[in-house]
């Protein structure tokens, strides 16, 4: 454990966790609800006419290493930053799952064709994600709030941030040349990303897991110190 806490400090462990569960919610827990509603279809005719490429589907994979990074800089920052950094990505998924609940999105992939690697990891990625719940796009979420919580970290530079800001773009193209996601979904998911942060930092919600971290002490640590004196006298 001691070598995670040199990674990631103990204080974000609870907003992360907090995070993929509500990531999972939205991805999975959502899908109950909608299945046998009436999906609709966003895409203008800008997404019918862009090809699809499978070569693209490897990054869009690899975005997952970029969030990982992005959110352990963020986290290293400082307490205030992780938390309210966290805080907004967890409002913005909840607007997310409200829009996949009361506004169903679905859009037509094509047919993978060849042999290559892209194309094998294309089709076992369309196997486990459905082609639903697309607006707006949690892909573009992730990489839009890492690179906007990375303008905010003093303790990296100025090429870090514009790595993040490309990988932000890059992600952009993916969802798109993979026909994974419509123009509207990454409009929309960099939306939530900026209510997230306007609401979590306007009205100091992020302070919730400053009173969970005082509780936890309280119920915890102060307990085991009036043993240990109890057991001096």
Known sequence: MERIYKILPK????PIIVSVAFNMFAYFGTRPFTNKLYHYDLSIPLDHQLPMIPFFMIPY???YVTWIVGFIVIARENRQLCYMVMTAEQI??????TCFIFLPTEMARPEVVGNGFSEWLTRIVYAMDEPNNLFPSIHCLLNW???RGAMKCKKVGNVYRAVMF??????F???LLTKQHLFVDIWAGIAVVEIG???SRKFRLYRFYYYIGRLYRRNWL??????AENAEH
């Open 11 to 14: 204080y974000a462990f609870l």
């Open 61 to 63: 994979v690899l975005a």
């Open 92 to 97: 913005a998924k909840l607007i997310c799952v």
């Open 145 to 147: 709030m890492v690179f």
């Open 166 to 171: 490309l990988s932000a773009i890059l992600i």
């Open 173 to 175: 193209a993916t969802v």
């Open 197 to 199: 942060l306007f609401l």
């Open 222 to 227: 102060e307990p085991r110190t009036n043993i």
